[in-house]
């Protein structure tokens, strides 16, 4: 592969623009960019080699430009442009890089850099067509019955989060994204006009009347307006959670992406405020400021003086308007558990409904026997797992006004850890 490297102002060592590696190197480059999630076309990429050959080769900066005006839509495609253009467009400097090789090193104890949003993406663009080398196969001599296996994306819907690689981790996070999202929605105070013949708008009417003299009475009708509640979203990032939680904020974004009225909030032992760095529009990126604004990721938990922050702080301000809460967390509070269940039951009188989401659903034969998961128990309306994506499919429903039966009632749990008690001699 042919490109250019350097400071901006070098010149780039390329072929002329007549010759065909060029314009093959372009057409590489822009299936490279679709790969990575760029909307790229035949078009683009002939329009692209047209611009070339109409300024020439000049500085690498000048080249870039050329391409980031073609291929380049939307502002979310800059980050990933910028790093596909510079891993594409290097120069093999191997006699640098033998010298390199060959001094004499010392230890670096500078702080590592962190990875750039777009970068895992684009790495993966760029070896999608590599062929990888093929693995012996290896016989397995114990028998299975066919009536019991199950399809792969059977058994990804149904997998722990916690017990994912890499590759599975990122066909989860698509498979989020790709979910129908919720459009359920409530009725206001206020009206709005309707063709329906239902209930009459006598404002509207005498307002209609009077351009005509009062000669011409037709009536108007109204309807009651809908809108979505607000979705308020609360999650734990202590170090039990901070798997789950970090695939929850891709539903969160996509979720984003189709409610105004949203806020999210992460916890640990202080309360975090990531609305703006979720409305990236770029879920690498989104995730990436998430990360960058929270200081105690993977740390402690105290959830009843984080719920106490938020009642105080943020609850009128996005509470308005019958919000329904998502609280994420496992429960298990080292703190007082009286000031957790009343911080709790002041959430619930806030919000329209309560749910609370618990990867610890995801055992067995679960019951309410820690005392924080005790506490708040009473004050929730649902209680459900968030351990898989077939929980979070669940979760969806749900907020589209399906999907709750008994299962999900809190109180089952409570009957279930009282009659437990009830046994014990």
Known sequence: ?????????????????????????????????????????????MDAVEAVQAIGLGSRQEFKAVLAAIFVKRREDIPVFDETFGIFWRRRDLVEKLIQMMSPKIADHREKEKPRPAAARVSDALTANRQRPAKQEVRDEIET???????????????????????????????????????QTVPTRRFQPSRQ???????????????????????????????????????????????????FLHFCHALMERRRRMHVFLFGTRLTNVTRSLKHRDPDEALAACTASVSDWS???RIGPALARFNKDWSRRVMSGGAVVLLITDGLERDDVGELSRQVDRLRRSARRLIWLNPLLRFDGFEAKAKGVRAMLPHVDE??????????????EALNGQGFNRDHDPRRFLERNHQHVSRIP
Do not use: C, W
């Open 1 to 45: 592969m042919i490109g250019p490297n350097g400071s901006d102002g070098a010149i780039l060592p390329l072929l002329p623009v007549g010759d065909g590696k060029l314009a093959e190197n372009i057409a590489h480059f822009a299936r490279v960019l679709r790969r990575a999630g760029l909307k790229t076309s035949p078009q683009s990429t």
């Open 145 to 183: 019955d066919a009536r019991f296996t199950a399809s792969f994306s059977e058994v990804l819907r149904k997998m722990d989060f916690a017990q994912m690689n890499a590759a599975e981790l990122k066909q989860a996070r698509q498979v989020i994204s790709g979910l129908v999202m919720p459009l």
């Open 197 to 247: 013949p239902r209930r009459i708008d006598a404002r509207a009417t005498l307002r209609h009347a009077m351009r005509s003299g009062g000669d011409l009475l037709l009536p108007k009708f109204k309807t009651v307006r809908r809108r979505e509640p607000p979705l308020v979203v609360l999650a734990d990032i202590s170090g039990s959670m901070s798997q789950y939680t970090r695939i």
């Open 299 to 301: 740390g402690g938990t």
């Open 383 to 396: 209680f459900r797992a968030a351990h898989n994506i077939s929980s979070i499919s669940e979760l969806a």
